[in-house]
Nanobody, 122 residues
Framework: QVQLVESGGGLVQTGGSLRLSCAVSGSIFSIDAVGWYRQAPGKQRELVARILSSGRTNYADSVKGRFAISRDGAKNTVYLQMNSLKPEDTGVYSC????????????????WGQGTQVTVSS
């Protein structure tokens, strides 16, 4: 059974940086991708960044050029480096394993971590 544990959230000023970590444990062979999501107060959860098993990465337009997702295979950990943070980046950030669904032609989240709070003050 796969488990994910996030860490690295906190309070930062506008323009600052944070690095989130997502430690993945358990049976990871069926994982097609790992994604970082965020949910701001009163808003729907959105996919921020995703790294595929091939290493290819994808980003939401709102974070392109500021955020970088990466992984350390030896540590089974996925990172989200967040730079030039803005108040609108505030939210609960969660990582999730993703599986590719042929009938949807899309990746869907499967197992979630508990989330970590990121607050960017103006």
């Amino acid at each position: 059974q796969v488990q994910l544990v996030e860490s690295g959230g906190g309070l930062v000023q506008t323009g600052g940086s944070l690095r989130l970590s997502c430690a993945v444990s358990g049976s990871i062979f069926s994982i097609d991708a790992v994604g970082w999501y965020r949910q701001a107060p009163g808003k729907q959860r959105e996919l921020v960044a995703r790294i595929l098993s091939s290493g290819r990465t994808n980003y939401a337009d709102s974070v392109k050029g500021r955020f970088a997702i990466s992984r350390d295979g030896a540590k089974n950990t996925v990172y989200l480096q967040m730079n030039s943070l803005k108040p609108e980046d505030t939210g609960v950030y969660s990582c999730a394993t993703m599986v590719y669904r042929d009938y949807l032609s899309a990746y869907t989240a499967l197992v979630w971590g508990q989330g970590t709070q990121v607050t960017v003050s103006s």
